[in-house]
């Protein structure tokens, strides 16, 4: 038979993330413990606290809460307490204590823990993305990227797209190899792309040292200057016949210079 879920109501005058991380922190003390959270965000009125208790009471279960605003917890917690509803409000005995402590009153504005961290959130999802997207990793979902690198082996295509994820903007960064096609969503979104270009000599000079040290990656003429003039000039060519496609010299340029320049570009 089948164990049924345990369900935990997550309540929350913001997004409910607070709660959410704290209650799997907790719930990982129990060994095998099988909760279905349910999360129910931007609760701010008294008329959505009661309105969510006849929710909840169709389908009981334990109730954690983040509110800020003294008046709605206390309301949510009679509200528990008179249909006989286990609860847990995380942020009440903290916030007095602190006001105790503080001699301040609190602002009780609800939302201000993400809108204080959504910059520092979007950053690790950028850069989760990038991450994800790398060297031509992830064509399936590569389109919902802000920005689209191209651009031979070794051109600094990785450091430029990890350096704009922690800007905050998610990057797919794909190899141009000749013979091989460029993924047909790059003409959808020629806003999006730029052709990264170096001098050939020093692109040669990073690839002999990536043999050094990584190993040979097998692929004929990696360190041939006439092949590398060759991948740089296919390069230039699908840039000026695709959708002109902005072409950015990466040669002896610092990383946070190029990102500047793309930013500039993309912002357009």
Not at 15 to 22: M, P
Request: aromatic fraction near 8%; charged fraction near 30%; include cysteine.
């Amino acid at each position: 038979m089948e164990r049924q879920k345990r369900i935990v109501w997550i309540v929350s005058d913001g997004t409910g993330r607070t709660a959410r991380e704290v209650l799997r922190a907790a719930s990982y003390q129990f060994e095998n413990a099988d909760l279905e959270y349910r999360l129910i965000g931007n609760v701010t009125t008294e008329s959505g606290v009661i309105e969510l208790v006849d929710r909840i009471k169709e389908e009981p279960g334990m109730v954690v809460f983040t509110v800020v605003s003294h008046d709605l917890r206390r309301t949510l917690h009679r509200l528990c307490v008179d249909n006989h509803m286990l609860s847990v409000d995380l942020f009440g005995p903290l916030i007095t204590t602190l006001q105790k402590y503080l001699q301040k009153l609190p602002l009780e504005s609800p939302g201000l823990s993400y809108r204080k961290n959504r910059n520092y959130f979007r950053m690790v999802d950028a850069i989760d993305f990038s991450i994800k997207h790398d060297d031509g990793t992830g064509l399936e979902s590569a389109d919902q990227a802000d920005i689209i690198l191209l651009g031979p082996s070794r051109v600094g295509k990785t450091p430029l797209a990890v350096y704009l994820g922690y800007l905050g903007w998610k990057v797919s960064n794909i190899p141009v190899v000749r013979g091989d096609e460029i993924p047909d969503f790059c003409e959808r979104v020629p806003h999006k792309v730029f052709c990264l270009v170096i001098d050939p000599v020093l692109l040669r000079r990073r690839r002999v040292d990536r043999i050094r040290k990584l190993g040979d990656p097998r692929i004929s003429g990696y360190t041939d200057l006439d092949s590398i003039n060759e991948e740089l000039a296919y390069c230039r060519h699908i840039a000026a016949h695709g959708k002109k496609w902005p072409v950015l010299d990466m040669s002896y340029r610092t990383v946070e210079d190029v990102a500047r320049e793309i930013i500039q570009l993309v912002s357009i």
